[in-house]
């Protein structure tokens, strides 16, 4: 049963591979069948414009996995490195980062996010942009915590005894350390990022027609939610599957590595 979440990402990853190697063809337009029901033709249906919603779910898919692994590499390097010079070297570096890292979490992620989307305007280089600004804040406050009691250890002032640079006892004594907590704060910001992309697409601030994205998906389905329920509920169901998955995920791996329950 803990194993669900690893099929459903799985699936999913089958799923934007398939669209990658084959053309599903899912800009194809035909009027003929607007608003179809599941059936043969189109396994789950089609759209207000007759376009496969299969089709356009998979190259959806592509996209949200597109926008959280980029935002997530960039933000999580930027904001380890902000967090473990914050943490180690104390003082007036310390003071300086966190006063900008508290700028940022003033605001709500989110609606910063929008607010940088629409001064950039709609796009996906803009939309990678907004949410690289605004993601990086909780690896920036992670790390400096685990780095403050980091820098206490014993083989970190051993190393600094025997000379070593800030640089090197950074990376090699403190940044191994970091690995787990950090890994478990970006599966959860993975999550994060698929609804933030959704939302942003959703309000018409991220991925732009004839493109597919489960966002403008569920915004266009909105509008004939009595009519054509199909369309709402094969986009949502998906968007909440993909969610919930890495979120069991990252519950999972955190007790996995939680030291106090590998005690017990």
């Not at 053309?23 to 035909?30: A, E, G, S, T, V």
């Not at 599941?38 to 089709?55: E, K, S």
């Not at 700028?103 to 950039?120: E, K």
């Not at 907590?181 to 933030?196: D, H, M, R």
């Amino acid at each position: 049963m803990r194993r669900w979440p690893y099929w459903v990402l799985a699936f999913w990853l089958m799923v934007v591979t398939c669209s990658l190697l084959f053309d599903f063809k899912p800009d194809d337009i035909n009027l003929q069948q607007v608003l179809a029901l599941p059936g043969h033709g189109a396994l789950l249906g089609n759209d207000d414009l007759g376009r496969d919603i299969a089709a356009r779910l998979a190259a959806g898919a592509g996209v949200s996995l597109l926008v959280a692994l980029v935002v997530t590499l960039v933000t999580l390097t930027l904001g380890t490195a902000i967090g473990l010079l914050a943490g180690y070297c104390g003082g007036w570096v310390d003071r300086l980062l966190m006063q900008v890292t508290d700028v940022f979490l003033a605001f709500p992620g989110i609606l910063l996010a929008i607010a940088f989307a629409a001064v950039l305007g709609p796009g996906l280089d803009n939309l990678l942009l907004a949410l690289c600004m605004t993601s990086w804040v909780g690896y920036a406050r992670l790390t400096r915590a685990q780095a403050l009691s980091l820098r206490q250890r014993q083989h970190v002032q051993a190393a600094q005894s025997l000379g070593a640079s800030a640089g090197r006892i950074m990376r090699k004594h403190m940044l191994p350390l970091l690995a787990a907590p950090l890994v478990v704060e970006a599966t959860y910001s993975i999550a994060g990022l698929v609804i933030a992309e959704a939302s942003l697409s959703f309000l018409g601030l991220g991925i732009q027609a004839p493109h597919a994205s489960w966002g403008s998906m569920l915004r266009d389905g909105v509008r004939y939610l009595l009519v054509a329920p199909h369309y709402v509920l094969a986009v949502g169901i998906s968007l909440m599957s993909v969610v919930l998955a890495i979120n069991v995920l990252g519950d999972q791996l955190r007790d996995a590595w939680d030291v106090r329950r590998m005690r017990d």
